[in-house]
């Protein structure tokens, strides 16, 4: 079984609408991240958390929201959906000591049309 | 400008050869992390460092830090290879913020 899961793996939405997009994962990492990636742009951070009480806003926040609801569960909610969001999302977990590496989910493609 | 640079964006090759792909930053950096996207989609973490060469199985990663610099190298290339490599950077000491390069697309061509 995959470390890190994300659900819906595809999504078609309309403008205006609420969405979740949600991350769980088995790793036992604190640390829990959700980025977007575009075409011709690199993976940009969105949110971040480093435990269940800490939520930090990443560099493209505007329009997103998250909740830590446990240490293995983080989402991603679109409060209003509009077309620009249409990208492939990306949840990750790091550890909290000195390894620094990232594990991804298989990602989420969502379309708002 | 993107503080992680790759080069280059697009790179094909026939199965057999030598692939190297560069990565260059504009800030001091803590670690460098080389991922691996597949076609569909999902992205896997190749290496972490943070100073001279590690290797796995044909693929190598180099790092110079004087110089802002690190290589991805793929000995035999193999089209299983294809997929998009992307170099991203813990900067300014951070150990949780990556800076994402754009990648660069790589097909091995049987």
């Known amino acids: ?113 | 400008k993107n503080e992680v640079e790759q080069s280059p964006q697009n790179l094909t090759a026939q199965e057999g050869e030598f692939i190297t792909i560069n990565c260059s930053y504009s800030v001091g950096i803590s670690a460098l992390h080389w991922l691996q996207q597949h076609p569909g989609g999902g992205i896997v973490s190749l290496f972490m460092l943070s100073s001279g060469k590690k290797k796995h199985g044909r693929l190598i990663a180099t790092i110079n830090i004087q110089e802002k610099h690190s290589s991805l190298h793929i000995t035999a290339s193999h089209p299983r290879d294809s997929a998009v490599y992307i170099c991203a950077a813990y900067s300014g000491g951070s150990n949780y913020k990556l800076t994402f390069g754009k990648g660069t697309l790589l097909t091995v061509n049987p």
């Open chain 1, 1 to 113: 079984d995959a470390d890190v899961t994300q659900t819906p793996r595809n999504r078609i939405t309309k403008t205006g609408k609420r969405i979740m997009l949600e991350c769980s994962q088995t790793k036992g990492h604190d640390r829990m991240y959700w980025y977007r990636q575009d075409p011709g742009l690199g993976l940009r951070l969105i949110y971040y958390s480093f435990d269940v009480k800490d939520i930090n806003k990443g560099e493209i926040s505007d329009g997103y929201s998250v909740s830590r609801q446990a240490q293995a569960k983080f989402s991603l909610s679109l409060e209003s959906a509009i077309p620009n969001q249409t990208a492939l999302y990306f949840c990750a977990t790091s550890d909290l000591g000195t390894e620094k590496t990232q594990y991804f989910g298989p990602g989420t493609r969502l379309l708002v049309l």
